[in-house]
């Protein structure tokens, strides 16, 4: 059964604290991706990540960082994290290949309060 | 740029009615769309998809079909339930096929007894 973790499913940080996100999955996928949710937003896109060490900027990617250093895990690093980071985190994963229609396959979520 | 535009919620319905919930998309190329559920608490999980104009997804009593005219892809379902309250966000695929996807706001639809 497909299966994508998460660490955590709720954190509480201090502002100015270095926070990781850690997501693992067991689908031996090579894409990988970090959204935020928040009401009236839908889900953004923070980072992705196509292989081992590669990643590319999403769409808010201002305030985090991403790590891939094995395949099956991809982490999200909030270096100074702030109220406004304040949000729940989605990771996903995706297999590769020609068709475009792969589904995205979500792990439960983070929902991380800064203080 | 691209877009998902879904009908705000929320959405209230009694047991048994039925639902519409509308997603228009960007019309840049021949996109894969898709329906997310996201029951509280959990993640998004796939409803259903559609990757060429006419076709029609299903599962689960939900249906939407891909409208390629009107940049189309409305989630519907004749009966609902309960236990269908939950999240629903549209999304669709990008072309390059970076595997990337693009969601719209979601739609809370809650169904009473």
């Known amino acids: 059964d497909v299966k994508v973790t998460q660490s955590s499913r709720y954190l509480v940080k201090r502002t100015g604290e270095k926070v990781f996100l850690e997501c693992v999955q067991d689908?031996?996928?090579?894409?990988m991706f970090w959204y935020r949710q928040d009401p009236g937003l839908g889900l953004r896109l923070i980072y992705f990540s196509y292989d081992v060490k590669m990643k590319e900027k999403g769409d808010i990617p201002e305030g985090y960082s991403v790590s891939r250093e094995k395949k099956e895990r991809f982490s999200l690093i909030l270096e100074s994290a702030s109220t406004n980071q304040t949000s729940m985190y989605l990771c996903?994963?995706?297999?590769?290949?020609?068709?475009?229609?792969?589904?995205?396959?979500f792990g439960p979520g983070t929902r991380l309060t800064v203080t | 740029g691209d877009s998902v535009t879904q009908m705000e919620g929320p959405v209230t319905l009694s047991e048994e009615a039925f639902l519409t919930i509308n997603c228009t998309y960007t019309?840049?190329?021949?996109?894969?769309l898709f329906w997310y559920v996201q029951y509280p608490g959990e993640g998004l999980q796939l409803l259903l998809k559609a990757t060429k104009a006419d076709d029609k997804g299903s599962n689960k009593g939900f249906e939407a079909t891909y409208r390629k005219e009107t940049t189309s892809f409305h989630l519907e379902k004749g009966s609902v339930q309960v236990s269908d309250s939950a999240v629903y966000f549209c999304a669709r695929g990008q072309i390059s096929n970076t595997g990337k996807l693009i969601f719209g706001q979601g739609t809370t639809l809650q169904v009473k007894p």
């Open positions: 689908m031996d996928h090579e894409n």
């Open positions: 996903a994963s995706r297999g590769s290949g020609t068709g475009i229609s792969y589904e995205q396959y």
């Open positions: 019309a840049t190329g021949y996109p894969s």
